[in-house]
């Protein structure tokens, strides 16, 4: 039996490429989310933050599902790896998407002081 036929219907296969070319395909069930497609190709791409377009061109929201977001079996997505940047001063840092939410910070007066008093 070929492997599209020993599928189960309730699954997608959903072929994720880079700009370099580098693809994956996803196999995920139909009620899986964007956000765990875009899990799933950072895991096989062993990159950070990928961002998701559609077939259409628009970014895909990890909050949808495959089919809320009319992604189908067979469909390929883009993945974009975004630069995470990073802002510092002498007391706090904060590592950040351009354009987007800060991904972590910290003060770093409370962690030297934590440190000085180990």
Same mark, same amino acid.
């Given at each position: 039996?070929? =492997?599209?036929? !020993? /599928?189960?219907? !309730?699954?997608?296969?959903? &072929?994720?490429?880079? =700009?370099?070319?580098?693809?994956?395909?996803? @196999?995920?069930?139909? &009620?899986?989310?964007?956000?765990?497609?875009? #899990?799933?190709?950072?895991?096989?791409?062993?990159?950070?933050?990928?961002?998701?377009?559609?077939?259409?061109?628009? /970014?895909?929201? =990890?909050?949808?599902?495959?089919? @809320?977001?009319?992604?189908?079996?067979? !469909?390929? $997505?883009?993945?974009?790896? @975004? =630069?995470? &940047?990073?802002?510092?001063?002498?007391? #706090?840092?904060?590592?950040? $998407?351009?354009?987007?939410?800060?991904?972590?910070? #910290? $003060?770093?007066?409370?962690? $030297?002081?934590?440190?000085?008093?180990?």
């Amino acid at each position: 039996m070929s =492997p599209s036929r !020993s /599928r189960s219907r !309730s699954s997608r296969r959903v &072929e994720v490429v880079l =700009p370099s070319g580098r693809s994956c395909a996803v @196999q995920l069930h139909s &009620e899986s989310s964007i956000g765990e497609l875009a #899990a799933a190709a950072r895991a096989y791409f062993r990159r950070g933050l990928l961002r998701l377009v559609g077939p259409g061109g628009l /970014r895909l929201d =990890p909050g949808l599902t495959l089919g @809320q977001a009319g992604v189908g079996d067979g !469909s390929v $997505v883009h993945a974009i790896a @975004q =630069p995470v &940047e990073m802002a510092a001063t002498t007391t #706090a840092f904060a590592l950040y $998407v351009r354009g987007g939410s800060a991904m972590t910070w #910290a $003060v770093l007066t409370w962690i $030297v002081a934590r440190c000085k008093s180990s």
